[in-house]
């Protein structure tokens, strides 16, 4: 079982940035790929970005690709999303993810473990 805690969400106006962390305390990750997805109120959850367990490669939605960046930190059992020039519509709870493996990296369902999610709003 791995616990996964997240922190940073919060208000922020649009154009501002916010960085989120994913911590895994007492447990290591590094063998994991880690996702990050939200889920706005009233929709599904979508895909927002992943990262190998290398950190060698990442993959982002068109919706926030050149926008965020999803970085980790091994030694500390920690993954990041910078989120910058955001809009009322990144406006959601964002939650962080850890795969075994994974195919397309982009489904809920290839994750194996989850966080409580954090909120992020954006006002306009």
């Known amino acids: 079982q791995v616990q996964l805690v997240e922190s940073g969400g919060g208000l922020v106006q649009a154009g501002g940035s916010l960085r989120l962390s994913c911590a895994a305390p007492?447990?290591?990750?590094?063998?994991?790929?880690m996702g990050w997805f939200r889920q706005a109120q009233g929709k599904e959850r979508e895909f927002v970005a992943y990262?190998?367990?290398?950190?060698?490669?990442?993959y982002y939605a068109d919706s926030v690709k050149g926008r965020f960046t999803i970085s980790r930190a091994n030694a500390k059992n920690t993954v990041y999303l910078q989120m910058n020039s955001l809009k009322p519509e990144d406006t959601a709870v964002y939650y962080c993810?850890?795969?075994?493996?994974?195919?397309?990296?982009?489904?809920?369902?290839?994750?194996?473990?989850w966080g409580q999610g954090t909120q992020v709003t954006v006002s306009s």
């Open positions: 007492g447990r290591t990750f590094s063998s994991y790929v």
């Open positions: 993810a850890a795969a075994r493996t994974i195919v397309r990296g982009t489904t809920p369902g290839e994750y194996d473990y």
């Open positions: 990262i190998s367990w290398s950190g060698g490669t990442t």
